[in-house]
């Protein structure tokens, strides 16, 4: 069955440092992955998604992720974060004609 | 990428009302749209997949005569909560799907049910 995994529900993180967000997946077929981002009681933007081709995608606000098939991974990074980044994210993988969300992670930054 | 819109942004009801939220697809036609529920700090849940002209699909565990969901056009698509309860209070987002190239889903701004 087709199910993605957020390892982390919280990270909380300082302003300018690093942070990743992890996702994995589990799927028999080609995927679409998926990574977008929740603001409090709004609905959901897309940072990112990889279809195919490169394996590393670069998406809005700075932020990229990198498809490993291997690990079955779809990891999210930013190198340097903002106040304006706390918020909920969902990765996502599209499969079978429709989408299936992880669990999501709150990324909290700090000053 | 596509617009799409809901209506209301927020509604708060009496237990045993009907409430019927709209979603509006502003410059592209869906022949599908879906419909996720989300309740607080947890995921989406898809709820069903709307299809225009045809029945929606429903997905397991969710009760179709509770929530009705109408496609009449391209571009409208409406779910109806029958006989609301507290716990059917939950913040519900339409999407619909981009099928040609990158099978993306643009999402509405969600609907904030709260139910007395």
């Known amino acids: 069955a087709q199910s993605v995994t957020q390892l982390d529900s919280q990270v909380p993180v300082f302003e300018e440092a690093p942070v990743e967000l992890r996702c994995n997946y589990s799927s028999s077929v080609s995927v679409y992955l998926f990574w977008y981002v929740q603001y409090p009681n709004q609905g959901l933007q897309l940072l990112l998604k990889y279809l195919s081709g490169s394996t590393l995608v670069k998406g809005i606000n700075g932020f990229e992720a990198e498809f490993n098939k291997s690990q079955t991974s779809f990891h999210l990074r930013k190198p340097s974060v903002h106040i304006s980044d706390t918020a909920e994210y969902f990765c996502?993988?599209?499969?079978?004609?429709?989408?299936?969300f992880g669990q999501g992670t709150e990324l909290s930054v700090k000053p | 990428g596509a617009v799409v819109s809901q209506h209301p942004s927020w509604v708060i009801c009496k237990s045993g009302t009907s409430v019927k939220i709209e979603c509006r697809s502003l410059?592209?036609?869906?022949?599908?749209m879906f419909w996720y529920r989300q309740f607080p700090k947890q995921s989406l849940m898809l709820m069903a997949t709307s299809n225009e002209g045809s029945k929606a699909t429903y997905e397991q565990g969710v009760e179709k005569d509770k929530f009705l969901i109408n496609h009449a056009s391209l571009t409208l698509s409406t779910l109806t909560v029958t006989s609301a309860h507290p716990e059917d209070s939950s913040f519900y987002i339409c999407t619909l799907q981009e099928r040609v190239v990158s099978n993306e889903q643009f999402f509405g701004p969600g609907t904030r049910l709260t139910v007395l």
């Open positions: 996502a993988l599209f499969t079978g004609g429709k989408l299936i």
């Open positions: 410059d592209f036609q869906a022949t599908t």
